[in-house]
């Protein structure tokens, strides 16, 4: 270990914080993972790229760790993979926050072809390093110091990883490999993992995730779990490369439908509506068997009740508005089918290749056939914001990204209006002793989040409420669901509703802008001045004058999750 200055955090006095860190922890989930069927790649540890076999790591041996910036200002801490299988090898290190346990991966690969001349080879030795960062100048709490060295490859090969050691010697060139060009394909900056203020550092340093740039049902590329450094006076964003499945047509890792039933018996989350909810969620089939009407632009006297299983429904086509869902036109009807049926409610599954089939995403998909109006936040005051948010057919999802080398749930997505979060699976709460994770569904809206609360959609003293909360209201997803699509084998007979490609409720028609001077008109002078900065603050999805588009008609439905 190099020398270290009195900023370093050597002192005995903080042992104790130290091991009350979250990341001094490994994250477990509470169930063991089981062992998966044979017969195909899924589960199986290690997935064939074609020409580059990988594995991935769990386990890791702790190389430097910082105590300070970052999330919570707890620092992070950086690791090079262990448990390496035999004739792998480390393609990077890998590096999380120190707020939560310590729950990652990293890739390890392996050359398939060893009759390859060491010079054409998958996997080469680098020519060199450059020293890309030091902590010397940083006036931090640390592990003696860190350093960070990037891999020089031979012309030909890139680097997809860094190597981090406690000296200022260049590490052995047998440590780690670089990856020939055609197996890699392009990376971007990801999730933030940790920085430090120009106050504390001159070079304003920061380390963020990497991935793929291109991600999507088609896309080859595959994050390796590495990372990558920026700061104000040099960026090795460009340096670093993901890996790419070139095997990506055969889909061979990616689980069956057997194993996707599998997957959802133990991972299928438990939705908790708030207690004062009334707009439930309920299923396709009940929302047309009970009313739901078709109507048809020049011909809207005439609207049609839709068959049950919506066979009767325009296929194809674009959102052209010539075709619109809407609520039955009796008043008592239309009040019921608002309401929902929580005891229909049907989850809908689609089951979607991701990162290069290195990774399967199961989208979770909930109906509500009404979305509630909004509230908004003013200071201490709440104001009711009247008609504004309400729409008929609300389409909401989770999405779970389950790792096809060992079928362990990675991460999940709670979408939340038109955008979202992906939430660690370290981070989640599990429902009694289970492995399956509780999601909260926001008051009228239905936006979903993996902790119950207040979350504003503005800034602290003016936005839009959405309040969360458990309640006796639950949509268990295990219980009831369907896998309507499936983009790995294409065996799912898709249902007729998923191909209507138009909007699910109609047009509102009261004009936006009376409504907010209505509001506007009935607030105090200080409220008022709050309203309107309000209406500028909130995106304009809030203030949706059109019923939505249907669940295929998202951009993540072919894409990742925003």
């Not at 010697?169 to 430090?196: A, F, N």
């Not at 340096?239 to 599998?262: D, G, M, R």
């Not at 499936?486 to 209507?500: C, G, K, M, S």
Request: glycine share 10%; with cysteine.
């Amino acid at each position: 270990m190099g020398n270290c200055s009195t900023s370093c955090f050597t002192s005995s006095n903080y042992d104790q914080e130290i091991q009350d860190l979250p990341i001094s922890s490994v994250f477990r989930f509470p169930n063991p993972t089981p062992a998966w069927p044979t017969g195909n790649g899924f589960g199986s540890g290690i997935i064939d790229l074609e020409g580059l076999q990988v594995s991935q790591i769990t386990s890791f041996r702790k190389i430097w760790a910082t105590y300070e910036g970052g999330a919570d200002n707890l620092g992070a801490t950086f690791f090079e993979p262990s448990s390496v299988p035999d004739g792998f090898v480390m393609l990077g290190c890998y590096s999380q926050p120190n707020n939560r346990p310590l729950s990652g991966w990293v890739l390890v690969g392996k050359d398939e072809n060893s009759r390859n001349p060491p010079e054409k080879g998958a996997l080469v030795r680098p020519t060199d390093y450059t020293l890309v960062w030091s902590s010397e100048s940083m006036q931090i709490r640390q592990d003696g110091y860190g350093y960070i060295w990037l891999p020089v490859p031979p012309n030909g090969y890139v680097a997809v990883g860094y190597i981090v050691t406690t000296s200022k010697v260049k590490p052995s060139l047998d440590k780690i490999r670089c990856v020939r060009s055609d197996l890699t394909d392009e990376s971007e900056l990801h999730d933030w993992i940790w920085g430090q203020d120009t106050e504390i550092s001159e070079d304003g340093f920061n380390v963020y995730g990497l991935r793929p740039r291109i991600r999507g049902t088609k896309a080859q590329g595959v994050c390796v779990g590495t990372f990558i450094i920026q700061n104000n006076t040099t960026s090795s964003s460009s340096s670093l490369a993901c890996l790419k499945n070139n095997n990506f047509t055969t889909l061979s890792s990616a689980p069956n439908i057997e194993n996707v039933k599998a997957l959802l018996q133990i991972y299928s989350p438990k939705v908790y509506l708030h207690p004062d909810e009334k707009y439930l969620p309920c299923s396709v089939n009940w929302f047309f068997e009970n009313g739901a009407l078709l109507y048809k632009e020049g011909d809207e006297s005439s609207p049609v009740r839709i068959e049950p299983n919506g066979s009767d429904l325009p296929q194809g086509g674009s959102n052209d508005d010539e075709y619109w869902l809407d609520l039955p036109i009796d008043h008592a009807a239309k009040e019921r089918v608002k309401k929902g049926d929580l005891q229909s409610s049907e989850a809908y599954i689609h089951i979607k290749p991701m990162l290069g089939a290195t990774f399967t995403d199961l989208a979770i998909w909930i109906f509500y056939s009404f979305n509630g109006p909004t509230t908004a936040k003013l200071g201490l005051v709440d104001v009711p914001l009247g008609r504004i948010g309400e729409h008929v057919g609300d389409w909401e999802h989770l999405t779970l990204r389950i790792s096809n080398f060992s079928g362990v749930l990675d991460r999940v997505f709670f979408s939340q209006h038109s955008g979202g979060t992906w939430i660690d699976s370290s981070l989640l709460e599990y429902d009694n002793g289970t492995n399956k994770p509780v999601a909260y569904s926001s008051l009228n809206g239905h936006a979903l989040y993996y902790k119950p609360g207040l979350v504003l959609q503005g800034n602290e003293l003016v936005g839009i409420r959405n309040d969360t909360s458990k309640s006796d209201k639950v949509m268990d997803v295990g219980e009831k669901y369907s896998i309507v699509s499936d983009d790995i084998r294409d065996e799912v007979v898709q249902p007729a509703w998923l191909n209507y490609n138009r909007k699910w409720g109609p047009k509102i028609t009261y004009q936006l802008g009376k409504e907010i001077e209505k509001i506007q008109e009935k607030l105090p002078g200080e409220l008022k001045t709050l309203f309107k900065s309000l209406v500028n603050l909130i995106p304009s999805e809030v203030f949706e004058e059109e019923g939505p588009t249907g669940s295929n008609m998202k951009d993540n439905w072919r894409g990742d999750e925003v």
